[in-house]
């Protein structure tokens, strides 16, 4: 930093560099420059963000990942897998550990099972976890009750088996030397062989997606396996990896894998038969397990501990921090804000990786009609729409989602409801018709087929689809209202060709369906529903809760959430579903607000925290279901969110109501800390003589809100940069400060590299200004095909936001977004919107928004 004096008389070298900086300086004007590179001025008490001396900026500091809880284990942590409040942990050759993790802080082993083998993975699918037991292959057990898991069955591969994957009734394998293999599941107790496939090398891991299947196959690299038909599973793909591959993550088009010692590669499998790697990123250590979640992976490093990679551009992964865990991370599961490492002699280490902050609208965009149903898979979200359409976004910028395809479904009518997708497939409910779309190639949809599901070929029936759920070969179907209410179960290893399985009509009214292994949980608008569906031929009720009028759900181990609503206030309910037969109360949250007029809640549960979307969306700790307590709620009404689903850092809606629109809600931190904001100076007036105004230059990227102070801090004026002088009216003093406050919006990092203050003593030039805030009427009024709109800003100028909306309060242009200078100021409108077409004739509204002013005033297009 540095600070210069000069004059008229000032030499000319003096002055040209000043000219570099800020163009005509006044008489007596004073220059303050700061790079950053030491903290001479740095109020170290006030402020609270980075000040970087060795990169010469400042900015927001890195989000930094800590250790909330550890417990040793018996044998090597290898594998984790959560459900609810419990761990199931492989330990190779010590079996399976159960870890109660209720209170993160304090995990406890409180079960155990001693495997016959080397335990490596292990899945959880209803009450049943599978283990990969090495040369004893598949174990079923019966963790009814996890704390005593116990023998349901075993079947023993030809190989030794390291991957495991269950989708319905089917179990796929990694079976090592064995290739791939696919066993029947449907009776946990019986395992079957369905079909096999050998592979070039080693397969050691498995990840699913609709009719595909990749396995990582150790020196061999990827493989991708066809697996329409189970009984003949083929090898249709394969990608080399520079090193050997063991774990893999599927995200979207996007496969993860650790490999070795080259570190995490990235293949692009939108093509399954001609996969390819399209970015990579060489760890220091012994690459593992990668995580994804939205942006970002975590790489577990062996000895390395493990390190977040932002893959925001999946081609270019970009380090953001690592964390040294202290034996060999080898595998972690994400949950909310927690990551369970499995650290080898480490034992398992719960880490906090991310923070939970208010709900925050961070995009939307309008839609032609309601959204009746969303699912998103990777950088895509697809919207039912009610008006009988289905509609992609590209979400790979979340906080600019783009509309790149649509495509209308059989019939044109408001009774939309229920989307689910199964690799290339979607399905879309649409009264008692279900649609089938080729996704294939998302900007192009298509639709493939219909199929009337009802069980009924009633013609004044108006049962219709509510839900749609996929899981393994079924798709389940909840139909709501009239006398065919119910749930039905469709087949649909033929994706383009559903074919109907089973139906139960002792279920009314439903609403929503959520399937793990052998259960289907289910609301309807009276009460709650556990379902038997091992046999989808005859789906039978197991146990209720009645008295509630359930319009959400959210299932989390062996815990649910559901609603129970009204005009004038709404609860959320959880129950204990341990014993299915008998689903318990466990606590009543009171929301505090009433459903109308913006829907009763849509509720997401992910890891401890469940966020309940209604207009005003909260954050609800849930690590004690049966006392939850908020932690968070959104500060201004956003619309009817009627359902969503977490990607990331971000709960994707669809919303309904009159605002009909895709909504974006930031609810995670991940790569800043955003509760230290602040970087505040010393007094950079160092000869104590009046200052009476200053103006700033900045070198800065994303949102800094700047402001100054003549007086020490008494007064506070903002100071937006390059927008000329700024007086500090009557508050002038003789102690200058500056002080700038980071605005992170889940995009771009805020940093400034320097910083340029100049200030004098004189006020002319500013005088002349408003005193306030205005904003005047248009003129002409009515108007066609422009008018005119004037606005004052007063001396101290400021960020002003001038938008123009319809009847409706769609935004229909932007005029005015951002720093304005001192003065009497003007817009003309000439009656297009934001992509320049001619808007219809009628009445529009124009507001401005200002420090401390807001005012709206009416404008009408006459054509």
Request: net charge negative; charged share 20%; hydrophobic share 40%.
């Amino acid at each position: 930093m540095r600070r210069d004096r000069y004059s008229h008389t000032a030499t000319a070298a003096l002055i040209a560099a000043v000219v570099v900086l800020l163009s005509s300086p006044a008489v007596g004007v004073e220059t303050y420059v700061e790079d950053f590179t030491t903290t001479t001025y740095l109020d170290t008490l006030a402020s609270d963000a980075l000040w970087d001396t060795s990169e010469g900026e400042i900015s927001l500091h890195p989000f930094e990942i800590a250790q909330v809880g550890t417990t040793a284990t018996t044998g090597n942590a290898q594998n984790v897998t959560r459900h609810g409040d419990y761990l199931f942990v492989c330990e190779s050759g010590d079996g399976i550990e159960v870890i109660d993790i209720s209170d993160v802080t304090a995990p406890a082993v409180v079960g155990s099972y001693d495997t016959p083998g080397y335990s490596y993975e292990a899945v959880v699918a209803g009450d049943i976890l599978y283990v990969a037991d090495d040369t004893n292959g598949l174990l079923a057990l019966d963790i009814s009750d996890p704390e005593s898991p116990s023998f349901v069955s075993q079947y023993t591969t030809s190989g030794k088996l390291r991957g495991i994957a269950v989708a319905g009734d089917l179990a796929y394998l990694a079976d090592r030397d064995g290739g791939f293999v696919v066993l029947d599941v449907s009776d946990p107790t019986s395992p079957a062989l369905v079909g096999s496939v050998g592979t070039p090398g080693l397969a050691l891991g498995v990840e699913l997606d609709g009719d595909v299947a990749y396995v990582s196959n150790w020196e061999n690299g990827v493989q991708v396996i066809d697996i329409s038909d189970p009984t003949t599973p083929s090898i249709v793909g394969s990608c080399d990896t520079p090193d050997r591959a063991w774990f893999i993550d599927l995200d979207g088009d996007h496969l993860y894998v650790g490999d070795s010692g080259s570190g995490l590669q990235v293949v692009d499998v939108s093509d399954p038969t001609d996969p390819a790697i399209v970015g990579s990123y060489d760890t220091p250590g012994n690459a593992q397990a990668p995580t994804v979640a939205g942006d970002y992976v975590y790489m577990c490093d062996w000895g390395a501990g493990f390190h977040v990679l932002d893959v925001t551009d999946p081609t270019s992964p970009e380090l953001l921090q690592s964390y040294d865990t202290p034996g060999y991370a080898i595998h972690l599961e994400l949950a909310g804000v927690h990551a369970f490492v499995a650290d080898r002699s480490g034992g398992v280490r719960v880490l906090e990786v991310c923070d939970t902050m208010v709900p925050e609208i961070a995009a939307s965009v309008d839609l032609p009609s309601s959204g009746r149903g969303i699912v998103v898979d990777g950088d895509r979200a697809y919207l039912l729409l009610a008006e009988g359409s289905v509609e992609v976004f590209d979400m790979s910028a979340p906080r600019s989602p783009a509309s790149i395809g649509s495509v209308d479904l059989a019939n044109a009518y408001d009774n939309c409801w229920g989307i689910a997708l199964s690799g290339d497939i979607l399905y879309a409910g649409q009264g008692r018709t279900l649609n089938m779309l080729d996704v294939s190639t998302p900007s192009s949809p298509v639709l493939v087929d219909t199929l009337w599901t009802v069980w009924s070929d009633d013609p004044i029936d108006y049962s219709s689809i509510s839900d749609l759920q996929v899981y393994g070969d079924h798709l389940y179907a909840g139909l709501h209202s009239s006398s065919i209410a119910g749930l039905e179960v469709l087949d649909i290893s033929d994706p383009t060709a559903p074919s109907s399985l089973g139906y139960t009509g002792d279920i009314l009214d439903t609403y929503f369906v959520r399937v793990s292994g052998e259960l289907l949980y289910n609301a309807t608008g009276a009460e709650f529903n556990i379902v038997d569906v091992s046999d989808p031929t005859t789906p039978g009720v197991l146990g209720t809760h009645t008295g509630l009028s359930c319009s959400a759900l959210a299932v989390d181990g062996d815990v649910a959430y559901t609603s129970d609503g009204c005009s004038l206030q709404s609860y959320v309910h959880a129950l204990d579903v341990s014993d299915p037969s008998m689903p318990s109360p466990l606590s009543v949250y009171n929301l505090g607000f009433g459903a109308s007029p913006y829907g009763v809640p849509f509720m997401v549960a992910d890891g401890d925290v469940l966020f309940v979307l209604t207009s005003y969306s909260q954050a609800v700790d849930v690590s004690d279901p049966a006392a939850p307590v908020l932690i968070a709620e959104e500060t201004s009404p956003g619309g009817s969110r009627w359902m969503g689903e977490v990607a990331g850092d971000y709960i994707i809606c669809a919303s309904g109501s009159a605002y009909a629109n895709l909504q974006v809600l930031q609810i995670y931190w991940r790569k800043s800390d955003p509760s230290r904001t602040l970087v505040q100076s010393l007094d950079i007036e160092g000869a104590g003589e009046v200052v009476k105004r200053a103006r700033m230059e900045t070198e800065q990227t994303g949102t800094i809100d700047w402001s100054m102070s003549a007086d020490g801090g008494a007064n506070w004026v903002t100071v937006p940069p390059s927008v000329g002088w700024v007086s500090f009216g009557d508050d002038y003093g003789s102690e200058l400060l500056w002080k700038a406050e980071f605005v992170y919006d889940g995009d771009v990092e805020p940093s400034c590299q320097s910083l340029t203050i100049e200030y004098d003593d004189v006020t002319s030039g500013i005088e002349d200004a408003p005193r306030s805030f205005a904003l005047h009427q248009n003129s002409p009024n009515p108007f066609n095909p422009v008018t005119t709109i004037r606005y004052d800003v007063p001396a101290t100028g400021g960020d002003i936001s001038l938008v123009v909306y319809d009847v409706a309060g769609r935004t229909v242009r932007t005029l005015v977004d951002g720093p304005q200078v001192p003065g009497e100021r003007t817009a003309t409108w000439d009656g297009t919107d934001e992509n320049g077409a001619r808007v219809a004739s009628g009445v529009y509204y124009c507001r401005m928004v200002a420090p401390g002013y807001e005012r709206t005033a009416k404008l009408t297009l006459l054509k």
